[in-house]
Structure formats: structure tokens, C-alpha cells
């Protein structure tokens, strides 16, 4: 709380992130929505050393470490409005806990692509999940984040956090002209256990449907907090051992041997391969 330069950087952000406000643009029947967040998290990027002298290493670093707190705050003001709509969201209760098995789908796509691609173990740490921070820590305390398969999670949470708002906001668009679908299911798929890809999910979906912002919010909001409750723990149990299993099966496949064996982390001992 001290780094007073910090909380400078980031205010003089939000007030011209704020000023610039919501940008429509229309893509066929479809609405791409660039809400501030995205203007914000562009313009923090440019204030890193690399690119300019305006923030230094100490206040990346300090960043970093209140980052839970501001998503905190957000998700606090979404959990004021799933009071008012929390009968029909009880009665959705089985859609939104079921929606995770989703996830196991895109396991399907994700570490078949990325082995064709030519990345080895980095697949199982892209494709396991949408690789938010709970799926950060998980890789981190199994495999450790310097390693193939931190680089692959690392790799598609900065991606989601760069261009996953965009495309969430655009896919949102998209479903809600094309595909048979209610605005409330496709407020619950919105919720994928990402704050800031579900409000720009919610965001699109809410500029075409006016009446009903208040409960899509409000139905994206309890999707999204029960993604990050139960998506671990189906990331543990399911996804992680699944992904593994087809990354061995792909590799074998394109390169007719068998993959190397992981490097696990075991605590207070370092690193160690299974075969060890």
C-alpha cells in the first residue's frame, strides 16, 4: 500500500480507460464489444519496462500480488445481482454444474492440435483447461511453472487475458445471431471461471438483449463462481489425468515412440523425473 506510484499508474489507467468507454462494432450480425478493461490491461502493458520507463520491476511485482484482490471486488458487485434472480438460478442449478464436463471436450480439440503443431508437454498444460489462475496453480505445484507444461498454461493465460475478452465478446455476439440457443444459456456458458472473459461475454450479450442485462449478468456471474469451485477440482480428478492420457496417445500416433515422462515437483525436494 505504500508504493504510492503504483496506485498513481493505475488510477491515471482507469480514468482514461473509464473515458474512452464501451466501443460497438458491428461484424456481420454480430457486435464485437471493447469494453475499458481491455483498453486498461493494453495500456499496462505499454507502461512495462520493456516498452517505456513509466512502471518498474517493484511495481510489476506489487501488481502481481493484488491482482486476487481487485477480481475480488468485481466479482462482489456481480454477487449483488444474483440475489434477485436466484430462483431461476436454482433452477438451472444441474445446467450450471453439469456445463463443466464441457471442459473435457475441448481436451478433445485442444491436445490433438497442439501435438500437430509440434508442441510436446506444453499441450497438456495449454489445453487442460481455460488456464485461469486456479489452473495456473495447479500446474505450478505439479509440474512447476518453469517447466514444458508451465510454459504451455502460461502461454494460453496470457492469450486468454490479451485477445480472450475480443473473442469472448465476439463468440457471445456470434452465438446469439446464429445459433438456437436462450440468452441465459448462453450467459451460464460465459462463465468459464474467467472474470474478465465473462463480463466481456456478458457485455455483448447484454447490448443486444437490453431487457434482460440484469439477470444475463446475474446468470454469468453464479456460472462463473461455480466454475471456479468445482472447475478445479474437475481439472484434478478429470481433466489434467485425460489430457495426459491423449497427449501420450497423440504423441505415439505422429511420432511412433513413446513421450518422454513428466517432471514432477515433489515438495522440499525439487525437481524429479517418474522414471527417477
Known sequence: MKDFRLHLIVLVLIVVAEKIGNISIKVGVGTIVLLPMMYALLMGVLTAPRFTKISGDKQIKTASSLLGVTLMLL?????????????????????????????LGTICIGVPLAVFVGLKREAIGAAHSVAREP???????????????????????????????????????????????HPFALAMAAGVGSASMMTAAIGSLSAMYPQMAD????????????SGLDG??????????????????????????????PVMLNAGEGKESDAE
Do not use: H
Not at 465476439?170 to 446469439?176: E, F, I, K, Q, T
Not at 439477470?215 to 461455480?226: D, H, I, P, R, V
Open 215 to 226: 439477470q444475463l449478468a446475474a446468470f454469468g456471474a453464479a456460472s462463473n463462481m461455480l
Open 135 to 181: 489452473n495456473v496453480a495447479l500446474i505450478g505445484e505439479r509440474f512447476g511453472l518453469d517447466g514444458a507444461e508451465g510454459r504451455g498454461v502460461m502461454g494460453v493465460y496470457i492469450c486468454g487475458t490479451v485477445i480472450g475478452t475480443i473473442f469472448f465478446g465476439l463468440m457471445a455476439s456470434l452465438a446469439a445471431a446464429y445459433l438456437p440457443f
Open 75 to 103: 466479482m462482489a458487485k456481480y454477487g449483488t445481482l444474483v440475489g434477485p434472480s436466484l430462483p431461476k438460478i436454482l433452477a438451472a442449478s444441474p445446467a450450471l454444474i453439469l456445463q463443466e464436463f464441457g471442459n
Open 232 to 261: 478445479l477440482y474437475m481439472s484434478i480428478w478429470m481433466a489434467l489425468p485425460f489430457a495426459e492420457w491423449l497427449y501420450k496417445k497423440c504423441y505415439r500416433m505422429k511420432y511412433g515412440v513413446d513421450p518422454e515422462p
